[in-house]
Nanobody
Framework: VQLQASGGGLVEAGDSLRLSCAASGRTPSSYTMGWFRQAPGKEREFVGAISWNSDTTCYADSVKGRFTISRDNAKNTVYLQMNSLKPEDTAVYYC??????????????????WGQGTQVTVSS
C-alpha cells in the first residue's frame, strides 16, 4: 500500500484545512486508516483513526470536536478536516494504514504503511 498525503499549508489561528491521503496498492479500502502528527522536537502523536467501513472513529483529546476523519473508499482517499486551528496544531501530518481491520488503534506501532507527511503551520 502506498500513501500520499496532501493539503497542508500555512494558515492563521481559527482557520480550517482539509488534508487528504490517497492510497494505492493492495486493497487499501479494507484497512484502518490513521492520522498522526509530529511537531519539531516532539515525538509523533496520534491524531485520529477511522475503521475500514467508517463505523468507528477515534480522536486524540487535543483535537476532539475540531477535527473530523472521513473516507471515501471508492476513491481510496481518507480526509482529515481540521477546523478552529491553533498554533499548537503546527506539525507534519502523516497518514498511515493498518491492515488489522478489527482494531482502530491509537498506537503508531500498529500501522505498517506510512505516507510522506504534509506540513501544517498555524500562525497566531
Amino acid at each position: 500500500v502506498q500513501l500520499q498525503a496532501s493539503g497542508g499549508g500555512l494558515v492563521e489561528a481559527g482557520d480550517s484545512l482539509r488534508l487528504s491521503c490517497a492510497a494505492s496498492g493492495r486493497t487499501p479500502s479494507s484497512y484502518t486508516m490513521g492520522w498522526f502528527r509530529q511537531a519539531p522536537g516532539k515525538e509523533r502523536e496520534f491524531v485520529g483513526a477511522i475503521s475500514w467501513n467508517s463505523d468507528t472513529t477515534c480522536y486524540a483529546d487535543s483535537v476532539k470536536g475540531r477535527f473530523t476523519i472521513s473516507r471515501d473508499n471508492a476513491k481510496n482517499t481518507v480526509y482529515l478536516q481540521m477546523n478552529s486551528l491553533k498554533p499548537e496544531d503546527t506539525a507534519v501530518y502523516y497518514c498511515a494504514a493498518d491492515s488489522a481491520r478489527w482494531r482502530t488503534s491509537r498506537d503508531s506501532r500498529s500501522y505498517y504503511y506510512w505516507g510522506q507527511g504534509t506540513q501544517v503551520t498555524v500562525s497566531s
